[in-house]
């Protein structure tokens, strides 16, 4: 039996899908984020020759990184075709015309990235981790896929995400908003992972808003809903909709309603072997 607060992939899938023709006049935080990491790329030296754009959504990043890295050849990844085919569209014409695109368009989950192990030089991701049910698991793909000395750059969301909704809307014994974890636990994942040097960092950001209903259509257009398996599976009833604006009430502050997202930006390399001063590869043996 599924824990209430797994993640539904296929409801997942959906709700993306229905969102693609939505995402961009909706996903205003979600651009100034992704700005904001890149650009922390600025203090990175890099020079790639794949790079995976890990839930590249419709686009908006995946225009940046091949600015960024113009000889890089560029895998945008996402859980939801409809997302893809919303980035496709998104290229200028005149680059495919003269041949200055190199992309490719992969249909995959990040907990099993369907590309082929030491194959690229860094994985790029905003805001797509806190969607897996196994982050050591997305960590763990993400080791494998890079080659020795690739970088991981992603940001996700802490758990004071959205807590005035998650705080207006408990009592009821079902799961209104997705959990999200611990900056510090996430660390922890990347070095169990294998990764070297991991870099974490969080800032707070609020929007507001007027009344709960938009900051729920906002949620809804790009895609960013419960889908949580524990989630309420019918249509949320006027009296359960009346109870969760009146607690949210209590948090209006100067006119509007906060709406809290505590951003985690992180960032580590896969480490190069380690070799010996011979020049031969060294092999740790742990007895069992």
Known sequence: MS?????????????????ASTYDRAAVLQREIGARALERLDLVKLDPVAVVDAGCGTGFAARSLRQRFPRA???ELDIAPAMLHASRLRRPRWEKWIGRVREV????????????????????????????????????????VLRPGGLLMFTTFGPDTLKELRAASAGDGRIHVNRFIDMHDVGDM?????????????????????????????LKAIGAHNVAVG????????????????????????????????????????????MSPGGRPVIDIKSR
């Not at 409801?11 to 969102?19: L, T, V, Y």
């Not at 359960?240 to 309603?257: C, D, T």
Request: glycine share 6%; aromatic share 10%; net charge positive.
């Open 3 to 19: 824990e209430p607060a797994a993640l539904d992939k296929l409801q997942m899938r959906r709700s993306f899908a229905r969102a």
């Open 73 to 75: 050849l560029l895998i």
């Open 105 to 144: 368009f992969v249909c995959g989950d990040n907990e099993r990235l369907p590309i082929r192990s030491g194959c690229v030089d860094m994985v790029w991701s905003n805001l797509a981790f806190q969607w897996a049910d196994d982050l050591a698991t997305v960590f763990a793909e993400c080791q494998r």
């Open 190 to 218: 990347m070095v169990g992972a294998g990764f070297a040097d991991p870099v974490m960092d969080m800032e707070y950001l609020t929007l507001t808003y007027t009344d709960v209903r938009t900051l729920m259509r906002e």
């Open 231 to 274: 989630r309420n599976r019918a249509l949320t009833g006027k009296r359960i909709l009346e109870g969760i604006e009146r607690r949210y009430e209590s948090f209006r502050q100067n006119g509007r309603l906060p709406a809290t997202f505590e951003v985690v930006y992180g960032h580590a390399w896969k480490p190069l072997p380690r």
